[in-house]
């Protein structure tokens, strides 16, 4: 193959609907676009998270959280969409569809009440501690692959003179690596 057919032939754009069988040309093109497959390294990436921490010198505004993780999930469609494997392909092949978000879900707001009962915040004693074994139990617990695969925790407490409060966004690695989630 010369090298002009070789460029030409990777300029083509790539196809990725397939049709289901009894599925009529005129209903593909009324329906919404194609789910788009998992690439490879997706599929690689089972149990492996994005764990990002962010401090705030003031408490963390709730409803601004909210309409900015709004505008977040309007704009990128990996974070509304679930991945889900098409049974009614041969190959069984895990594709991405997109699905309807209800931010509130992901949002998470723990209560970290202390062991004794007493309803004080463990972060009174140690608070830096409390949001370290809080991020690393993060990094081991499943998520829910039936939404979207991100998270974000909020703790509303301070650890420092200068950290009022601390976020913790979490995603599925298969959702983007650190360079790219940037």
Request: include cysteine.
């Amino acid at each position: 193959m010369d090298p002009e057919t070789a460029t030409t032939l990777r300029k083509r754009p790539l196809s990725v609907r397939i049709s289901k069988p009894g599925e009529s040309s005129s209903s593909m093109a009324a329906s919404l676009p194609a789910p788009e497959p998992l690439s490879p390294t997706a599929r690689l990436f089972k149990d492996l998270f994005i764990v990002t921490l962010f401090g705030s010198s003031k408490p963390i505004d709730l409803a601004a959280v909210r309409a900015g993780l709004l505008r977040l999930v309007a704009r990128h469609p990996r974070f509304c969409s679930i991945q889900a494997t098409d049974t009614c392909d041969d190959d069984g092949t895990p594709r991405w569809v997109r699905t309807t978000v209800n931010v509130d879900d992901h949002m998470v707001v723990p209560s970290l009440l202390d062991d004794g009962g007493g309803g004080a915040l463990r972060a009174t004693t140690n608070p830096e501690q409390v949001v370290e074994d809080y991020v690393a139990s993060l990094s081991t617990l499943p998520m829910d692959f039936s939404r979207p695969l991100w998270e974000f925790h909020i703790l509303n407490f301070p650890t420092s003179s200068t950290v009022a409060a601390t976020a913790v966004f979490r995603c599925h690695h298969s959702l983007g690596d650190g360079t790219s989630m940037i």
